[in-house]
């Protein structure tokens, strides 16, 4: 196709895979580093060093570390970016690389981003807000001035990069990530574009960490130690986390044509909600039910072939209560319920963190073996959580798990290809 015809007919039928994976996480950065902490059920959450935190009620928090930009972005381009632009970038160059894709003249006008961010450049935002109010507009460096909307990171993949297609930022709350990946899929199918890198970013400040002690976010909200425990008795909030994820994703037929063997399909996907106050989780789990049963019946698929779940749960009470009596009455008439796991006990909660989580579970479609629950060790209900080590398993059918204060849902359904040929 000349990259004068950016558009096309395809058939909403068009199947939709994963072939490449980039990530620049609290875990490790790149695929083969992340992917060995993962399935060694390591953690990522340490003391907060990339600010005092001493002044807050919590002092732990998921970083990235031993990040050079340097390694990933151009001189010329380096300077004009933020943290979480640098993330972005270095995490999409990360997925072009792992899915053997060269961006040039007859692909980059169907090559996109699309982007989910919760809070957005948040260092940023917080600099030019102080400058403004303590010196003034004349005081204000107009680098940094771009840099403050949302939609700068995804630009600046673009620009470093060199793709044009569809460039989209999605801020969705706590499944920005996972409802970027929706509409990804949704362009894919549709012909708007041939590849797509999505997922989701979000960093670490000062103003967001205090912001979310604001709102009584963060571990520890009560007696009990500080810590990120999802699902358990003892979880007394969430862990604050950073870091980007990002899936390269483009049509069965194309990657087949380029000689690339996927990592997964994604066969479903499913949005709901529940309205609930702005900053606080559902408590009732009608809606993600509903949603789940929405995202089956897109794939196609029953309650009993979902064999893997990689879950929502944080560590706080009211969202993992919610979450697990979801599953537990939607998955009662199975015969063997699925697995489940969390990722944020390992790498926190950031928001955004479902591009994280999507890579982290096509990795698991691939190698067959799902992570175990860090921080997990006495269950709220009597599901088949993973925990204290991987559990070596054939997966055919996983949900992605996305659910955010306010009452919204975003799942998706990762299918292996072999079952679907």
């Excluded at 990040?67 to 632009?85: G, Q, T, V």
């Excluded at 706590?174 to 708007?192: D, F, H, K, N, W």
């Excluded at 190698?367 to 860090?374: F, R």
């Excluded at 054939?394 to 072999?418: D, K, M, P, Q, V």
Aim: proline content about 6%; aromatic content about 6%; glycine content about 12%.
């Amino acid at each position: 196709m000349s990259p004068n015809e950016p558009f096309r007919h395809v058939a909403e039928s068009q199947r939709v895979v994963i072939t490449g994976l980039g990530m620049v996480t609290p875990l490790g950065i790149g695929k083969e580093a992340f992917s060995e902490r993962l399935f060694a059920g390591a953690g990522a959450i340490s003391e907060v060093s990339l600010f005092d935190a001493a002044a807050f009620p919590s002092h732990l928090a998921a970083e990235v570390k031993n990040f050079s930009p340097r390694d990933f972005i151009s001189i010329k381009n380096l300077r004009r970016m933020d943290k979480l632009s640098l993330l972005t970038t270095a995490a999409a160059r990360l997925a072009l690389e792992d899915a053997g894709l060269v961006v040039d003249g007859a692909n980059r006008d169907r090559t996109g981003i699309i982007l989910g961010t919760s809070f957005g450049p948040t260092d940023v935002t917080a600099q030019l807000a102080e400058i403004l109010i303590m010196k003034g507009p004349p005081f204000v460096n107009p680098i940094i001035v771009p840099n403050t909307v949302m939609n700068a990171p995804a630009g600046h993949a673009s620009i470093e990069l060199g793709f044009r297609g569809v460039n989209t930022t999605v801020t969705q709350y706590a499944v920005s990530g996972e409802t970027a990946l929706a509409y990804a899929v949704m362009e894919i199918r549709r012909g708007s574009a041939d590849y797509i890198l999505a997922g989701g970013a979000d960093i670490l400040s000062p103003f967001y960490y205090e912001a979310l002690t604001k709102f009584r976010a963060l571990s520890p909200l009560d007696g009990n130690p500080e810590g990120c425990r999802p699902f358990d008795k003892a979880g007394n909030g969430a862990v604050a986390g950073e870091g980007c994820g990002l899936l390269c994703l483009e049509s069965l037929e194309s990657a087949l044509k380029r000689g690339r063997r996927p990592y997964c399909e994604i066969t479903g996907v499913g949005m709901g909600s529940s309205p609930t106050a702005p900053m606080d989780w559902p408590h009732d789990p009608a809606g993600a039910i509903r949603t789940l049963r929405r995202t089956l019946t897109n794939a196609g698929l029953a309650a009993g072939d979902i064999q893997a779940i990689s879950a929502a749960a944080n560590g706080g009470r009211i969202l993992d209560a919610m979450e697990a009596a979801a599953y537990g009455d939607m998955f009662a008439g199975a015969e063997e319920g699925p697995l489940i796991t969390s990722l944020k006990g390992a790498v926190g909660e950031s928001f955004s963190g479902g591009g994280i989580r999507a890579c982290a579970l096509a990795l698991s479609m691939e190698q067959g073996a799902l992570p175990p629950t860090v921080g997990l060790s006495d269950p709220l209900r009597p599901l088949a959580f993973v925990r204290g080590k991987t559990k070596t398993m054939n997966i055919e059918h996983a949900l992605l798990a996305g659910i955010s204060f306010g009452g919204t849902y975003a799942y998706t359904i990762f299918s292996s290809c072999r079952c679907r040929q």
